[in-house]
């Protein structure tokens, strides 16, 4: 079974960083690509950074929302590790983080998902 455990979420002030770690365990072939989503209250769920392994249709390489694009950067650390390095923090980038991980495994083609992590901007 894959799981994905984040960390790294807390409380900063606006102007301020932090920084995301997120690692996948489990029976893994390959993971095609690893990103990042945010959910506040009473939104859906949205798209953050994405980085792509590359060797399919997708380019390598790392996609990010216009609201966080100069600020946010998405890093692989290593095959089953993504960080995401935010910077100049403000309110509207509060909400709870997700992993998200699409990969083959023991389990076939699939997407994964971590339990979140809550990030709170504010003085």
């Known amino acids: 079974q894959v799981q994905l455990v984040e960390s790294g979420g807390g409380l900063v002030q606006p102007g301020g960083s932090l920084r995301l770690s997120c690692v996948a365990s489990?029976?893994?072939?390959?993971?095609?690509?690893m990103s990042w989503y945010r959910q506040v209250p009473g939104k859906q769920r949205e798209l953050v950074a994405v980085h792509n392994t590359g060797g399919t249709a997708i380019p390598a390489g790392a996609n990010y929302a216009d609201s966080v694009k100069g600020r946010f950067t998405i890093s692989r650390d290593n095959t089953h590790q993504v960080s995401l390095q935010m910077t100049n923090l403000n309110a509207e980038d509060t909400g709870v983080y997700y992993c998200n991980a699409a990969l083959r495994g023991s389990e076939g083609v699939r997407t994964y998902w971590g339990q979140g992590t809550q990030v709170t901007v504010s003085s």
């Open positions: 489990g029976s893994i072939y390959v993971i095609y690509s």
